[in-house]
């Protein structure tokens, strides 16, 4: 299989969150009490969770000098040479051919390096669950494997989320840019960040109105396990008695899931 | 709609106003979006800067309740301008009509005006007619009293600054929304015109159509691809609903309710039955005798017959106005008994609610059917009441969701589109049709031991098989029509129990049957052509897809469709022609193709709009009872002074509560309401929905920051907001979206509240039509909930 993408169109995005419900719906991710908003505009959650691996950010901007309010969608890049894969010391995250970097839950110990080695900030832990995994966006791998698209993709009312063989959606995002130079801003996000991603953006404002971070260097950022322990602030290493419970736990859990390994979240 | 959903693709111009589309209509942003990525503008007019204005190319602000005054104004650009498809102006149009001297216009009032009864005397808005009862017409538009000079003097008195003076539009956005939608005037350029309840709901909201509707057709864009004027239906099937009759004044298919005095069928067809004396002028609604007698069949079948006037005395009488806000006045009054809420939630929906939950109070009996426990049906253990003050005996029925039961679903776009039941209801959990039918089997067994009246309930049809859950299409059916005998019509030979194959062949002499005429075709011998799924487009690719479902009346995907061509059947613009007269077609006799068209008569031979008796568009009418041009007016209350005359809001408007209008002394603020994409209509489904309660969880307030400012709130304050009618709290979202607007050099703030929450389910809050008033539309009683007067303040924490 060719290697997949999405594409992120915020000119095409109106801010509806369907993409949002249709995550939690798919990956049956439970609903997180909030209150109000809690973040700018509509935003709720306030960041991405181990129950949101997608959100809608709500940006009140100035474009050539008029008001301007755009939407910006968060989830896993899905990067070429993914940093959470290389930091991870068993392997749990590995990136597919077909494009999604998918968890196997089995394998993962809890050690939370891959948190600190995503470039994007995106894996989160379940600090709330005796059983704690890793969550992030799968790009819904178990809908790629019988021919479907992401959940968030097939539900979006106006195409804002296209998906489709990566070098295509390159080309479809340089055509939009180029059939509209003065409406886009004139790069991809994702085109070369990380080194490449399989989540590509673009945009009719800079990349970080819409909340995404623009310092990830332009080729791949490949921590291994040691330089990611190194980065560990000392605090967390006081976690190390916790990881190694976590561990037997998951040995067991290993034990039994063995039969029908499962390559989602 | 008089277009559909696709067919938006094809727009050069799309204007959105009195609708946030991309919130409320998400999907109709499928089209629009790729309209625009085609090279068409997208304008967003709305006092609000929304989703949907975020999405659209240039956004125009207006001060709520000033849509005619707006759109007065864009009328005048494209008169003075003359930007106006003159040829469409003439032939299709009322616009060389001739006006009685008897009309006139002073002051913010049209001639014949009784101030006493608050009405006017439409009689003195007429055409001046020929001998042979033809209207007389100019065709050189000349004439001072043709319609066109009318409207010119009319209009003029609405020039750009005029109109920016009150509606709060920035000159600069207005001017280029004025060019931008009038360049469609050539016609060879088409523009759609997108609306919904921001424009309805307003004591002017039937003219706001009309302006909308007036603006069209000066363009020539009514009956185009990728034009015309469109209401996008508040709710999934609305459009379903009121097809078959959902309003008091309508019976199914739009005929008229019939009302007191009109004591025999005769006497209402009098009055029904459109007349004309011009060849030209098909005058559709000539056939009306045929769609009631059909319906009354359909309703008492062989119980009707000629010589008790098909059981026409079965049909009520309406006694007055018996909409929404009547209702509950009259519940309040105590003058009802019961109500059936069917998927409804006044508590929580209706104008001035607080008022309409004491309402229920007085019911003897109240019966709800919903998905959930909606706060009607726990009115009477809201928070601040005493249950045991309340006698109403309420019951609460589980119904079936959409997704739990078969049949159909009418878009706006009026296509019929049949559903397929994906799952079992839960539990006890019954469909609509089945609790009726249940209900309406008991009635009959308990009329069988007598009772008062009770022929129309034991002799109605009721011929849905055998089971108790009725044959919904056997239900269909009914509605599509059928022979009750055989019989011949238009030279064809139809035997009894065929199903009619369109509603050409409907008689009024009791051989047909038909639940609503309009649907006449959707159901036929050759199957359910609802639940067509055929992709394959017309020849002319404009996205009809004629083979997918089936769309009323007679599968015409784009109404009026006639209009499309010049008088000789040419296309006004042949790249996107919607039907053209092919002379070649029916060996060399000729024919239409493309959709279907708007009757099958030659071009020449009949004027385009079918419907009117005129057999054209009309720029001036008489149906409306707040005059022939759409004026403005300031809505019930307003900061302002009508600054286009000594008449502050409509002269007929029903004023049911003269001591809860509030004054801008004390309320000097602009409110207004709407929905987010999140939430539905009422909250009962969507705040049961834990996933969507996590995105808008709390009822909030939309506040410029220059107000904020002004009154030391924050976002996230908890706020007061007071009105005439009662008091809700909030939290504050402090916005640059909305902005304080300048009117006639003063400046006036207006703020908006969705209305989606209740005191029942998960998410709850105060509900935003705790503040609105009990007043509606002159024609169609629509409430005003889209601008009233409220103040607000900073409030401490709730509980
Ligand atoms: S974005 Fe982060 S979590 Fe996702 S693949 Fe890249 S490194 Fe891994
Ligand atoms: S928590 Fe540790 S083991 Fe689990 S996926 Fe992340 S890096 Fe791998
Ligand atoms: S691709 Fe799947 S997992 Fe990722 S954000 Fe979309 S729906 Fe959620
Ligand atoms: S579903 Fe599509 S349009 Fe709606 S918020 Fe998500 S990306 Fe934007």
Redesign the interface.
């Known amino acids: 299989m060719a290697m997949k993408a999405m594409l992120i169109d915020a000119m095409?995005c109106?801010?509806?969150?369907?993409c949002?419900?249709a995550c939690?719906?798919w990956n049956g991710r439970?609903?997180?009490?909030?209150?109000?908003?809690s973040g700018p505009?509509?935003q709720?959650?306030g960041d991405l969770s181990a129950e949101t691996l997608t959100l809608i950010t709500y940006n009140?901007v100035q474009v050539n000098g008029r008001?301007?309010?755009?939407?910006g969608k968060k989830q896993c890049m899905h990067c070429n040479t993914p940093a959470c894969a290389a930091a991870c010391p068993v392997g749990a995250l590995k990136k597919l051919e077909s494009g999604p970097v998918i968890y196997q839950k089995h394998r993962c110990i809890g050690c939370r390096y891959c948190m600190l080695a995503c470039p994007f900030e995106i894996p989160r832990f379940e600090y709330d669950s005796a059983n704690p995994y890793i969550t992030k966006c799968t790009m819904c791998a178990d809908r790629l494997e019988t021919g479907g698209v992401p959940a968030c993709s097939k539900v979006c009312?106006?195409?804002a989320i296209a998906f489709g063989d990566r070098d295509e959606m390159i080309r479809e995002a340089q055509h939009?840019i180029n059939?509209?130079p003065s409406g886009y801003y004139h790069e991809i996000y994702g085109l070369e960040e990380a080194g490449g991603t399989c989540v590509l953006h673009i945009s009719n404002v800079p990349f970080d109105k819409l909340g995404h971070r623009t310092d990830v260097p332009k080729h791949a950022v490949n921590k291994d396990t040691e330089q990611a322990m190194e980065a560990i602030p000392i605090v967390m290493l006081g976690l190390a008695a916790l990881l190694g419970g976590i561990y037997m736990l998951r040995t067991r859990t290993v034990h039994h899931e063995s039969d029908a390994p499962r390559a989602d979240g | 709609m008089t277009n559909h959903f696709i067919d938006m693709t094809n727009a050069d111009v799309v204007m959105i106003c009195g609708s946030n589309a991309?919130?409320n209509h998400?999907?109709a942003?499928?089209w629009i979006?790729k309209t625009r990525?085609r090279g068409a503008v997208v304008i967003c007019v709305d006092p609000r800067?929304t989703?949907?204005?975020?999405?659209a190319d240039v956004y125009c602000k207006l001060r709520s309740g000033t849509d005619i005054a707006f759109v007065n104004g864009m009328i005048n650009y494209a008169l003075q301008n003359d930007r106006i498809h003159r040829e469409y102006v003439r032939q299709y149009t009322n616009a060389s009509f001739l006006i009685s001297p008897n009309y006139d216009f002073q002051n913010g009032l049209f001639s014949g005006y009784d101030a006493a009864k608050r009405s006017y005397d439409r009689s003195l808005w007429q055409y001046e007619l020929d001998g042979d009862g033809i209207p007389k017409r100019d065709m050189t538009l000349e004439h001072p009293r043709c319609v066109f000079q009318l409207m010119k003097k009319f209009y003029e008195r609405y020039d750009l600054e005029t109109s920016c003076r009150i509606t709060g539009a920035p000159m600069e956005d207005y001017r280029r929304t004025c060019e931008i939608f009038t360049s469609t005037w050539a016609p060879d350029r088409v523009g759609t015109w997108l609306y919904a309840m921001g424009t309805t709901q307003h004591t002017h909201g039937t003219q706001n159509i009309r302006s909308y509707s007036t603006l069209q057709l000066l363009l020539g864009n009514v009956g185009m691809a990728g034009g015309g004027v469109n209401a996008l239906r508040g709710e999934s099937n609305v459009q379903g609903s009121t097809d078959m009759g959902l309003l008091f004044n309508v019976l199914p298919g739009y005929l008229k309710a019939p009302a007191k005095g009109m004591e025999s069928l005769q006497q209402y067809l009098d009055d029904a039955t459109p007349k004309s004396k011009d060849p030209l002028s098909a005058n559709w609604w000539q056939n009306y005798p045929k769609y009631i007698v059909s319906l009354l069949k359909a309703y008492w079948g062989e119980h009707a017959t000629p010589a008790n006037d098909f059981a026409y005395s079965h049909l009520p009488k309406t006694s007055g106005n018996h909409s929404f806000i009547s209702l509950f006045e009259a519940m309040h009054a105590g003058k009802m008994r019961g109500l059936f809420c069917f998927g409804q939630n006044p508590a929580v929906g209706g104008p001035n609610s607080g008022k309409e939950r004491e309402a229920l109070g007085k019911l003897e009996w109240l019966v709800c059917v919903d998905l959930f426990e909606t706060d009607t049906s726990v009115f009477w253990k809201r928070p601040g009441t005493d249950p045991s003050g309340i006698a109403t005996e309420v019951f609460l029925l589980p119904a079936a969701a959409s997704m739990e039961k078969e049949g159909s679903v009418v878009s706006s776009g009026r296509w019929v589109q049949w559903r397929y039941k994906a799952v079992d209801p839960p539990e006890e959990a019954r469909t609509d049709s089945r609790i009726v039918s249940d209900l309406v089997r008991r009635m009959k067994e308990a009329y069988k031991a007598g009772g008062t009246f009770p022929d129309p309930i034991l002799h109605l049809t009721w011929d849905y098989g055998d089971e108790p859950e009725p044959d919904i299409h056997r239900v269909a059916k009914e509605m599509n029509g059928r022979f009750l005998r055989d019989a011949v019509v238009n030279e064809k030979e139809f035997k009894a129990g065929q199903q009619v194959p369109g509603f050409a062949v409907l008689t009024s002499d009791g051989s047909t049957s038909c639940g609503s005429w309009i649907y006449a075709g959707s159901y036929t011998d050759a199957g359910n052509m609802s639940a067509r799924r055929n992709k394959e487009d017309a020849p002319n690719g404009l996205g009809l897809y004629p083979k997918w479902a089936w769309c009323w009346p007679v599968n015409r995907r784009i109404l009026y469709n006639r209009a499309s061509c010049d008088p000789s059947g040419r296309p006004w613009d042949p790249k996107r022609w919607v039907i053209r007269w092919n002379p070649q077609l029916a060996e060399g006799k000729g024919g239409w193709e493309g959709d279907v068209p708007d009757g099958p008569w030659p071009p020449e031979a009949k004027l385009p709009f079918i419907m009117r008796p005129e057999g054209l568009a009309c720029l001036f009418a008489n149906s409306l009872v707040d005059g022939p041009f759409p004026e403005h007016y300031e809505p019930l209350e307003s900061p302002v002074r009508n600054l286009m005359s000594g008449q502050r809001c409509s002269p007929v408007i029903k004023i049911w509560e003269p001591d809860k209008i509030g004054d801008s002394s004390r309320y000097p603020i602009v409110a207004t309401t709407y929905r987010?994409?999140?939430h539905w209509q009422a909250g009962a489904m969507t705040r049961n929905t834990?996933?969507?309660?996590?995105?808008?969880?709390?009822v909030?307030v939309e506040l410029s920051t220059d107000l904020a400012k002004r009154k030391g709130i924050r976002n996230?304050d908890w706020v007061l907001v007071e009105t005439a009618r009662g008091s809700m709290r909030a939290?504050a979202?402090v916005?640059?979206?909305f902005e304080p607007f300048l009117i006639d050099g003063q400046l006036v703030d207006q703020i908006g509240i969705p209305w989606h929450w209740g005191f029942a389910g998960l998410a709850t809050g105060d509900s935003a039509n705790l503040l609105t008033p009990h007043v509606g539309d002159a024609n169609t009683m629509i409430p005003e909930y889209k601008a009233f007067l409220c103040s607000l303040r900073k409030s401490g924490e709730v509980a």
Request: hydrophobic content about 35%; aromatic content about 14%.
């Open positions: 095409r109106i801010g509806c969150r369907g949002q419900v939690k719906t439970k609903a997180e009490k909030t209150e109000f908003f505009g509509y709720n959650p009140e008001f301007d309010w755009v939407f009312p106006t195409g939009r059939q509209n | 991309a919130e998400p999907i942003m499928r979006r990525e800067y989703r949907t204005a975020a999405f987010v994409s999140e834990p996933w969507l309660v996590e995105l808008v969880p709390d909030f996230g939290r979202l916005t640059q979206r």
